[in-house]
Structure formats: structure tokens, C-alpha cells
């Protein structure tokens, strides 16, 4: 070998040293993990990764986008096969998933949607106007289609929030004796929740159901209905809580709708772990996992975010899609 020849082999060499083996990490990022929901999806997506033989690394932005600009770096200076992510706002993370994808880094959101297309690997999200439509169409049952109601409003950054009234307006509009008094933010939380539906029993004694944009402010709401003694007050909410699932064993809320959060968390592993093997998902972008009514009367089908028995699902499904029949044969008669 020629002096010069040497001199590349070495260089060659120093430089696949230096390379190393592929990573083996999967930084998974979401809101506050206190949140159960949040809890619940991290901890799945964690179980799934560290099951197909990735290691983990658990970090949490409290919906502050600045805080999740630098856990992208971190995950980047950790050099991370992938990134999971359930993201801080759908306008605020582009710039952080578009640095992780100029960095190499594959992102895989959860739960919540970006403005942008074509720089996450996937974007996974439960079915947010399917589940709304569902729970608004439940809350007209129970509402026996009459009556004065208020809707109480997720955070206005938040693009499921944006989502869910609107699927809310749209099927309740659709009876003309149900007269909404009023949409009130309560911003996801259950303190706001209650002090508001307090106000609103005080200046509303025809008051007759609330439908909130999540557990957590149905829950406030129907606190505030139990300690004003007021009976008979419809409450709805949406994410299938197991606060909301105990609620509804006990009489206190009326029904729920399950995302279906371990399942989402769990595809996006799946599917990062194919893409890093295979270079492809197999699967779009964008991909809408469906939503399921709980109710007092299959309330036990359900567990932690999920179904107990994933056999369930396809009855589930029928019974929901015969629930929206009747809703249709009702506003059609």
C-alpha cells in the first residue's frame, strides 16, 4: 500500500470509530407526565420502546414551547434515533420538529397536530371531531333535546380545542331547543371549571348540562353542580379519564369520551422503529385513530386510556355508529 493510500485507510477508519453505532435512543417528550393522560401515553410509549430494545429518555415541556425548544436540543446533542413527541402548540413546535428533522432526528407526534406538514415522520392524533361528535350526539340524548346548556372551552392555542367545539357546535345546532347560554374558557382546568359553573348556577337556575372540552373541566363543573345542590344537571366531558371513568361508576358525570391515548403512543414507537429499520412507516403522515363513548352502561370496557379487552373495539364501534343513527333518524323525524 502506497504511503498516501495508508494515510486513507487510517482517516477511514478514525471516521467510522468516531460514527459509532447507530443510536439507540428514543427521547419521548410531552406535556406534564402528573397529567394522567400525559402519564399514561408517555409510560406506553416508553414500555413499547424499551420492549423492542431502545432505550429511553423521559422529558416533559409543561406545554411551554421555549422549555420544548430545548429538549429538541437535548435530544439532538444525545444524538436520538427518534423523538416522540405530544407537542406545545400546534403553531409554536414547527420550528422545534423542523430543527430535529435538519439535525437527522425523525419526529413522531402524538395526540396533537402542527401546522405544518411533511417534517414529522407521523403525525398520530385520536379522532377529535369523530369523539366530540360522539359526545355531543350522547348530551342530546341525555338532554332529551331540549334545555339551556353552556359549553366550557379548552386552552385557544390548542388545536384540539379548536376541534372539539366545533364538533360540539355542529351537532348541537342542529336542535333548536337546545339553547346554548354561553361558551366559557376554563383553559383544561379543573379550578377554572368549577369557580365558572358556580358563577354561571348563580345566574342560571334553568341551567340543565354542561359539556366541556375535557374531563378535567367537566369534573370542575360537576363539582361545582354537587356543591350548589343542584340535581338533574347533565355533564359530558372528553378524554376518558379514569377521574371521569370513576365519576361516571358514581353518578356524578354522565359520559365521557376515551382517546385512546396508549394505543396512539404505542403506534408511534412501532412505527419509529420501522422507519429506522426499514426507512419507511408504511403508513401517511397523518393518521386518525377512532374515539369511543363511555357510558355507565359499558363504562367497565375501559382501563387506562384504552380498552381493557382490544376485542372489544369492533362492538364498541357498532354501538357508537348505531348511537349516531338514531341521533340522525331523530333530527330527520
Not at 372540552?213 to 379519564?241: C, E, H, Q
Request: net charge negative; glycine share 10%.
Amino acid at each position: 500500500m502506497t504511503p498516501g493510500g495508508a494515510a486513507l485507510g487510517l482517516l477511514v477508519c478514525l471516521a467510522c470509530t468516531q460514527a459509532g453505532p447507530p443510536s439507540r435512543l428514543i427521547v419521548i417528550i410531552t406535556p406534564s407526565r402528573d397529567n394522567p393522560f400525559f402519564g399514561a401515553e408517555a409510560d406506553a410509549a416508553d414500555r413499547k420502546a424499551r420492549a423492542l430494545g431502545y432505550e429511553t429518555l423521559l422529558l416533559s415541556h409543561d406545554d411551554d414551547a421555549s422549555k420544548q425548544d430545548q429538549l429538541v436540543d437535548t435530544a439532538i446533542a444525545r444524538q436520538a434515533a427518534a423523538i416522540v413527541l405530544d407537542n406545545a402548540g400546534a403553531d409554536a413546535s414547527v420550528a422545534a420538529v423542523r430543527k430535529a428533522k435538519d439535525a437527522g432526528v425523525p419526529s413522531f407526534l402524538i395526540d396533537r397536530e402542527i401546522n405544518a406538514f411533511g417534517i414529522a415522520r407521523a403525525q398520530i392524533v385520536s379522532d377529535n371531531y369523530q369523539g366530540a361528535a360522539l359526545g355531543a350526539q350522547e348530551f342530546v340524548r341525555l338532554m332529551e333535546e331540549k334545555g339551556e346548556y353552556v359549553e366550557l372551552l379548552g386552552k385557544e392555542s390548542d388545536t384540539n380545542a379548536r376541534i372539539r367545539t366545533r364538533a360540539y357546535g355542529d351537532v348541537l345546532s342542529k336542535y333548536p331547543d337546545l339553547v346554548r347560554l354561553a361558551q366559557v374558557a376554563a383553559n383544561w382546568s379543573q379550578t377554572e371549571a368549577f369557580q365558572k359553573t358556580e358563577t354561571i348556577l348563580q345566574g342560571n337556575p334553568r341551567l340543565k348540562g354542561v359539556i366541556a372540552g375535557n374531563d378535567t373541566m367537566a369534573l370542575g363543573a360537576a363539582a361545582a353542580i354537587k356543591s350548589a345542590g343542584r340535581k338533574g344537571v347533565i355533564v359530558v366531558g372528553f378524554d376518558g379519564s379514569p377521574d371521569a371513568i370513576a365519576a361516571i361508576r358514581a353518578g356524578d358525570l354522565h359520559a365521557t369520551v376515551l382517546q385512546p391515548a396508549v394505543q396512539g403512543a404505542e403506534m408511534a414507537v412501532e412505527q419509529a422503529d420501522l422507519f429506522l429499520k426499514q426507512g419507511s412507516t408504511g403508513q401517511p403522515e397523518k393518521q386518525a385513530i377512532e374515539c369511543y363513548l363511555v357510558t355507565p352502561g359499558n363504562v367497565d370496557d375501559f382501563g387506562l386510556f384504552s380498552l381493557k379487552a382490544p376485542g372489544r373495539a369492533a362492538d364498541l364501534r357498532l354501538q357508537d355508529r348505531a348511537a349516531s343513527a338514531r341521533g340522525r333518524e331523530r333530527r330527520m323525524g
